[in-house]
């Protein structure tokens, strides 16, 4: 990142940290439940819920969720935790220098 477009360090920790409440309350409310409905409801929830977490990921797997490297960096796998990813954040392609953030290239 650059001057003119710092990070939003903490807002995108906040964001962070109200998805992963809303995705534990999701998932502990799918472990009681009994009607099918109610878990199909949940689970288009918790879908929903997910992309946006993904987008959050994604963020990190960049560098760019966080300033603080070891900040982004674990706030990624915690969310990585509760999708389809694979903790390290992004094992291939956004791992190589072409897939790092303008201000890390020197550009």
């Known amino acids: 990142m650059n001057d ?12 962070s940290a109200l998805q992963l ?5 999701l998932l502990a409310a799918a472990g009681a439940v009994t009607s099918p409905w109610l878990l199909a409801g949940l689970a288009i929830a918790y879908a929903l819920v997910m992309n946006s977490a993904y987008a959050m990921l994604h963020e990190a797997e960049h560098g760019l969720l966080h300033p603080n490297h070891k900040l982004n ?3 990624g796998a915690v969310l990585a935790l509760f999708s389809r990813a694979v903790p390290p954040l992004a094992a291939g392609p956004h791992r190589t220098p072409s897939a790092q953030p303008l201000g890390r290239r020197g550009l």
């Open 21 to 25: 409440v809303a995705l534990l309350g």
């Open 4 to 15: 003119d477009f710092p990070i939003p360090g903490r807002l995108n920790l906040a964001i």
């Open 73 to 75: 960096e674990t706030t």
